[in-house]
């Protein structure tokens, strides 16, 4: 079974702090994915990396960035946090570089920030 | 581009009833279609997949969805509901388009199970 990792279930930080999320899969993936979720906005994607050092914005890349130097693993930077960041982050992995895919979960990331 | 509407964002049924929870989707391309459920505060799991075989999918725990694309519709139905369904569910769609590929997502429908 593929494994998707991350490093903390719940994260409480403060405005203006620099925040790592880390995300591991254990299945040799190419593609690695950020998300974050908010109720009622489904999914929307952050970021995504379709090789080691290779990325590409998403939807919302604003006050984000990623970095992929090893295969399984894809973080997820808050430059300066803010208020309007808390909320689930979701890292996903697919295989190959096809649509028909099948996106892996890991168990997500509640971040708060005050 | 492409698009997914959850025609729902909540649905209530007592156990034991049937389940049907909507979803339209809209794409240039033939699209790969999803079905993600998501209970409390876990990550997304696979339900099932439309990737241009069979138009009536077969999923894990009873869960089934049919492609139509006259309608451009691929609802997720269970003909009995369990209390353990009670949960998130997310319709995505997932096409080729501009050379790269992109997951798109619906809003959710919560599912509600009543005893």
């Known amino acids: 079974d593929v494994k998707v990792t991350q490093s903390s279930r719940y994260l409480v930080k403060r405005t203006g702090e620099k925040v790592f999320l880390e995300c591991v899969q254990d299945?040799?993936?190419?593609?690695m994915f950020w998300y974050r979720q908010d109720p009622g906005l489904g999914l929307r994607l952050i970021y995504f990396?379709?090789?080691?050092?290779?990325?590409e914005k998403g939807d919302i890349p604003e006050g984000y960035s990623v970095s992929r130097e090893k295969k399984e693993r894809f973080s997820l930077i808050l430059e300066s946090a803010s208020t309007n960041q808390t909320s689930m982050y979701l890292c996903?992995?697919?295989?190959?570089?096809?649509?028909?895919?099948?996106?892996?979960f890991g168990p997500g990331t509640r971040l708060t920030v005050l | 581009a492409q698009s997914v509407t959850q025609l729902d964002s909540h649905v209530s049924v007592s156990e034991g009833t049937p389940v049907l929870l909507r979803c339209n989707y809209s794409?240039?391309?033939?699209?790969?279609l999803f079905w993600y459920v998501q209970h409390p505060n876990k990550g997304l799991q696979l339900l099932l997949k439309?990737?241009?075989?069979?138009?009536l999918v077969k999923g894990i725990n009873g869960f089934e969805a049919e492609f139509k694309k006259s309608e451009t519709s691929f609802h997720l139905t269970k003909p009995s509901a369990h209390m353990s369904d009670a949960a998130e569910y997310f319709c995505?769609?997932?096409?080729?388009?501009?050379?790269?590929?992109?997951?798109?997502f619906g809003t959710g429908t919560r599912l509600k199970v009543l005893a």
């Open positions: 996903a992995s697919t295989w190959g570089g096809t649509y028909t895919d099948t996106q892996y």
């Open positions: 299945m040799d993936h190419e593609n």
């Open positions: 990396s379709y090789d080691v050092k290779m990325k």
């Open positions: 794409s240039s391309y033939s699209p790969s």
């Open positions: 439309y990737t241009s075989a069979a138009t």
């Open positions: 995505v769609v997932s096409d080729r388009t501009s050379g790269t590929y992109k997951y798109i």
